[in-house]
């Protein structure tokens, strides 16, 4: 059974930081590409950032400069480092994963909120 465990996330002031992770266990073949996703409230999901198997990534344009996304392919864990972080980032966070050889998958989610 997969299992995707995030966390990281909380209340911060504008212009702090929180480094968010993700970890799937149950997996049995490599990862294709691990990715965040965020919904705020009365909004769409939008992709915040994605990294390959090969460690190519991309970000949302509004996210660009101030988060940047790795992963521990030892670990298969995925992570966000959020800096200089803004209200308008205020929102549920969602870990993807692709294996290679299986369907998506996807976190429980994990609230980041921030105040000015």
């Known amino acids: 059974q997969v299992h995707l465990v995030e966390s990281g996330g909380g209340l911060v002031q504008a212009g702090g930081s929180l480094r968010l992770s993700c970890a799937a266990s149950?997996?049995?073949?490599?990862?294709?590409?691990m990715g965040w996703y965020r919904q705020a409230p009365g909004k769409l999901r939008e992709l915040v950032a994605v990294?390959?198997?090969?460690?190519?990534?991309n970000y949302a344009d509004s996210v660009k400069g101030r988060f940047t996304i790795s992963k521990d392919d030892a670990k298969k864990t995925v992570y966000l480092q959020m800096n200089s972080l803004k209200p308008e980032d205020t929102a549920a966070y969602y870990c993807?994963?692709?294996?290679?050889?299986?369907?998506?998958?996807w976190g429980q989610g994990t609230q980041v909120t921030v105040s000015s």
């Open positions: 990294i390959t198997s090969g460690g190519s990534t």
């Open positions: 149950g997996i049995a073949f490599s990862i294709n590409a």
């Open positions: 993807h994963v692709v294996p290679s050889t299986s369907s998506d998958y």
